[in-house]
């Protein structure tokens, strides 16, 4: 019983700390934004590193988004915020933040949504989805990004595809349902897949409930879909 406290204790314990970090992270990363905003290569020969820590930055703070909320979710003190949206004002919102920082790897994104299109669903958790997906993208993809977002048998499906060499084996899903696996010979996690399979099977409507598929899109680049019923 002892041991049990203690565990529970030790794991409030990382939460609060990560908590803490994420914080910190957040200031890290505005204040790298206000010095980029005041940048260009031509006045600070520093640019393209302080882009290289904004990225990490994000990057880690996007980790530890997640795993707080996989903290709350464990320990029941999570739950979704479910609301009306405008998909497509919500994706351009979601995109906005994204787009400087690809801009200068060069990489352009397009997106197509159509306007009248509204849903149900988490925002933020949604959101975090884009946000992750965006993130690797800007590691792997070439040159460009894709976003297109329709209406499929029920479901609003949020299809992101890349131009860069695709998904290793161990991360591509056949069907719903499936949570791409973890490899150890390349250190991947998969933290990020698993964090969007787990809030999209939170989104049920009518007996169905959300998933994701991961595929590679023919001859090259990650194909990322998020199904939210």
Not at 15 to 37: C, F, P, Q, R, Y
Not at 93 to 100: A, F, R, V
Not at 130 to 157: M, Q
Not at 182 to 192: A, M, N, P, Q
């Amino acid at each position: 019983m002892d041991q049990q406290k203690d565990n529970i204790h030790f794991s409030a314990f990382l939460a609060s700390i990560a908590h803490d970090m994420k914080n910190s992270l957040g200031m890290l990363i505005n204040t790298s934004e206000e010095v980029l905003g005041s940048c260009t290569a031509e006045t600070c020969p520093s640019q393209p590193l302080l882009t290289k820590l904004q990225y990490e930055a994000k990057r880690v703070n996007n980790n530890l988004v997640q795993l707080l909320a996989l903290y709350r979710m464990d320990h029941a003190r999570f739950t979704l915020n479910i609301a009306h949206h405008c998909v497509s004002e919500f994706i351009e919102d979601t995109i906005t933040q994204n787009k400087p920082l690809l801009a200068f790897r060069g990489i352009s994104l397009e997106t197509d949504c159509p306007e009248d299109l509204v849903w149900f669903f988490d925002a933020d958790l949604t959101a975090g989805i884009i946000n992750n997906i965006l993130n690797n993208a800007y590691r792997y993809a070439r040159d460009k990004i894709w976003i297109t977002v329709s209406e499929k048998d029920g479901y609003l499906v949020i299809h992101i595809r890349d131009n860069g060499q695709g998904y290793p084996e161990h991360m591509l899903t056949e069907k719903a349902g499936e949570t791409p696996g973890i490899s150890f010979s390349t250190g991947s996690t998969g933290l990020g897949l698993y964090f969007a399979s787990l809030v999209a099977r939170m989104h049920c409507n009518k007996g169905r409930e959300g998933f994701i598929r991961t595929s590679n899109c023919g001859d090259s680049g990650c194909c990322f879909s998020l199904y939210l019923p």
